[in-house]
């Protein structure tokens, strides 16, 4: 059978009496997977040739509004949903958490209903009731409970803008989800290291914050970071609710001029740009908690590239 052969000569492997040896890689021709990349390759070279020369699709309307001064104020709206939404639900999600993992069933029950309700019904539903909130309580206030005295008083419409029921409905689910997250990254630490803090008299407080949360970062940051970048996409569901966002703004536009497909490709192309920006964000944030896991697939690739030498073969 026929084979490729690659010698490396100078690998960096040296032997018990201080020889080197020489490290012989054997790749087994492999046709299928070269079958497999060629298909895959033709197709995504008639799938962009087919979109590109599309008469349906005008380039020409895409290249107008994708800096239009209205996508653009959408785009900022979609960015502040997400940053507040995110930074809210971590608050949201970390309490929730810390009560979970409470010795008190009574905090821990409450938490646990918490996760159940807002991970249990649809986001869109959750919004749509953020929104109609004034149907339910006309009027939100503040005082005494259980009918007492009002020291203030809104008008639930005059409060429950489109931007802040978004805010309420993403926030809150957010929550819920980052709660699972958070505990998972909790409960990934050893025990002794809170048994450490407390031995030296810290408070529960200096433990979590200083211990327990920083060690949990390796855990908590892959999720975190896919959770980001879905917000980010997620935000388009308030549409419905006329959020003022990327997507809210497109619909208006091509409700106006009726070029569908070209706003949606407009949108589309700043969803991308987003996630994208997002996703290397997240990929250095990994690497920021996790600074053994780079180095050491470098050093390996290193001592298989040929001509390398280790400095103790070296000498």
Do not use: C
Request: charged fraction near 15%.
């Amino acid at each position: 059978m026929n084979t490729e052969t690659t010698d490396v000569s100078k690998a960096g492997v040296v032997e018990p009496g201080g020889g080197e040896l020489a490290l012989r890689v054997t790749r087994r021709p492999r046709p299928g997977r070269w079958v497999a990349v060629a298909l895959a390759t033709l197709f995504t070279v008639w799938l962009a040739y087919t979109v590109i020369i599309n008469p349906n699709l005008h380039w020409d309307v895409i290249a107008e509004y994708q800096f239009d001064g209205v996508i653009l104020n959408g785009l900022w709206v979609t960015v502040q949903l997400t940053l507040i939404s995110m930074v809210v639900g971590i608050v949201i999600g970390v309490v929730i958490a810390v009560m979970q993992l409470s010795e008190s069933p009574v905090l821990r029950i409450i938490a646990s209903a918490y996760t159940w309700f807002f991970r249990g019904t649809p986001l869109l539903v959750q919004l749509i009731f953020w929104f109609n909130l004034a149907l339910l309580f006309p009027v939100i206030s503040i005082g005494i409970p259980f009918d007492g005295p009002k020291l203030i008083e809104w008008q639930t419409n005059m409060v429950i803008t489109g931007f802040v029921a978004a805010l309420l409905g993403l926030s809150i689910n957010e929550g819920a989800y980052m709660a699972e997250i958070v505990r998972a990254g909790i409960q990934s630490v050893d025990p002794g290291q809170r048994e450490a803090g407390e031995s030296i008299g810290m408070s529960n407080r200096k433990i979590l914050t200083r211990i327990i949360l920083p060690q949990a970062m390796r855990v908590i940051i892959p999720p975190f970071g896919n959770q980001f970048i879905s917000m980010l996409k997620t935000t388009s569901l308030v549409s419905v609710i006329a959020g003022a966002d990327l997507m809210t703004v497109s619909q208006h536009l091509y409700l106006a001029n009726f070029e569908v497909i070209a706003l949606l490709m407009v949108a589309s192309i700043w969803y991308l740009v987003l996630t994208t920006v997002a996703s290397v964000a997240q990929h250095f944030i990994e690497r920021r908690y996790n600074p053994g896991t780079t180095p050491v697939r470098r050093r390996v690739l290193a001592n298989l590239r040929p001509g390398h030498t280790t400095k103790g073969a070296a000498a």
